[in-house]
């Protein structure tokens, strides 16, 4: 991580992509950015390279076509892909229906495993969802040498939240009114991350509480646009490390229904 990255090709990779999937589809998911292995992608040696490729990404990528062709990764070879993902996973497979709990007959593997890998059905433009990251660089907040690279820009990872989060947030804001089908966001990132922010911008009231497993709980309300239309806005503790359950996944999705009609 002792590479110090060109502030400009930092800067070019700030606000032209947002994450996976379809923009328009009914359910987003934010987390707070990615950081799947460069090591494990034939394209990439660096992260240079990562950034050079993703300069050139549009707000919503499909997740397949930039795993296999613009990094040279195979998708039904990621079973090590961040755990956030199966978390995503396991919710889509809920709204659907299927429990996510135990594994596919087809092929032994998790549900969410073969929703990811045999069926590469995340994160596609043609989706019902799409799946953002909050923060756009690969910078773990809890690990000071992943911030060196942007240190050309930025003296602390505090100035860098500082300047971009907001700009984040006018953005999804603004891709939030231009696309009226999506009804339910789902936000595990930090709560003041997005959620807050996002509620600022919004009329909200809450719906209520809900368990998200024997510690935590979702939080959910719903946030108003001028002209009547509504989205639910569900605060979720972090998707891994035991915060969240399949079996409380599985009962939020089957109230989601109902409180996404009262919406409308």
């Not at 990621?78 to 229906?97: C, I, N």
Request: hydrophobic share 30%.
């Amino acid at each position: 991580m002792g590479e110090r990255l060109p502030e400009s090709l930092v800067r070019d990779n700030l606000y032209n992509w947002l994450g996976y999937g379809n923009l328009n589809g009914r359910y987003w998911f934010i987390g707070r950015e990615e950081y799947d292995s460069i090591k494990r992608c034939q394209y990439l040696e660096d992260l240079s390279d990562y950034y050079r490729v993703r300069r050139g990404f549009d707000h919503a990528e499909d997740f397949v076509d930039v795993w296999e062709m613009a990094y040279g990764r195979s998708v039904e070879k990621g079973t090590r892909t961040s755990t956030t993902r199966h978390y995503q996973a396991a919710f889509l497979l809920a709204l659907e229906g299927t429990s996510p709990k135990g594994r596919n007959s087809k092929t032994g593997k998790s549900k969410t495993a073969s929703y990811l890998f045999a069926e590469q059905r995340f994160g596609r433009q043609d989706s019902n969802h799409f799946s953002g990251e909050a923060f756009p660089l690969r910078c773990h907040p809890d690990k000071p040498e992943t911030f060196e690279p942007y240190q050309r820009v930025w003296d602390s990872l505090e100035d860098y939240e500082a300047e971009v989060l907001p700009n984040r947030i006018d953005l999804y804001f603004t891709k939030l009114k231009e696309n009226p089908k999506v009804e339910v966001i789902i936000s595990y990132a930090d709560t003041d991350e997005f959620v807050k922010p996002m509620q600022k911008r919004l009329d909200c009231d809450l719906v209520g509480t809900r368990p998200a497993n024997k510690r935590n709980e979702f939080e959910i309300t719903r946030c108003h646009f001028d002209g009547g239309r509504s989205v639910l806005l569900i605060d979720a503790p972090f998707f891994g490390q035991g915060h969240v359950g399949y079996s409380e996944i599985e009962a939020l999705a089957e109230e989601i229904p109902n409180l996404t009609e009262a919406t409308q």
